[in-house]
């Protein structure tokens, strides 16, 4: 059974930094693109970043390029997402996907993922 379980988030003032991370049982991480993905209230779900499986080439979407960082520790089976200058805006729940196409070509739809955690909150405020 795949189980995808984030964590890390948290209430940081703007201009701050925190590192999610997304922990997968159940599957490799060579086998899966993992993605990220966020939602705001009241605003539709999101891909913001993704790492293929085997050559864990990156994906970023422009509102967050520069500024998030996406890493993977195959020994832990575990997908990090550094973000740093936070922004109120980035306030979100954060979720981490795993899809089976290993590639992060295409990416940003939620409909394409196959496996999801249940999401961690970050609230951007001062």
């Known amino acids: 059974q795949v189980q995808l379980v984030e964590s890390g988030g948290g209430l940081v003032q703007p201009g701050g930094s925190l590192r999610l991370s997304c922990t997968a049982s159940?599957?490799?991480?060579?086998?899966?693109?993992i993605g990220w993905f966020r939602q705001a209230p009241g605003k539709e779900r999101e891909g913001i970043s993704c790492?293929?499986?085997?050559?864990?080439?990156?994906y970023y979407t422009d509102s967050v390029k520069g500024r998030f960082t996406i890493s993977k520790d195959n020994a832990k089976n575990t997908v990090h997402l550094q973000m740093n200058s936070l922004k109120p805006d980035d306030t979100a729940v954060y979720y981490c996907?795993?899809?089976?196409?290993?590639?992060?070509?295409?990416?940003?739809?939620?409909?394409?993922?196959?496996?999801w955690g249940k999401g961690t909150l970050v609230t951007v405020s001062s």
């Open positions: 159940g599957l490799t991480l060579d086998g899966y693109a």
């Open positions: 790492i293929s499986g085997g050559d864990s080439s990156t």
């Open positions: 996907a795993a899809d089976s196409w290993v590639y992060c070509s295409g990416f940003g739809s939620p409909n394409d993922m196959d496996y």
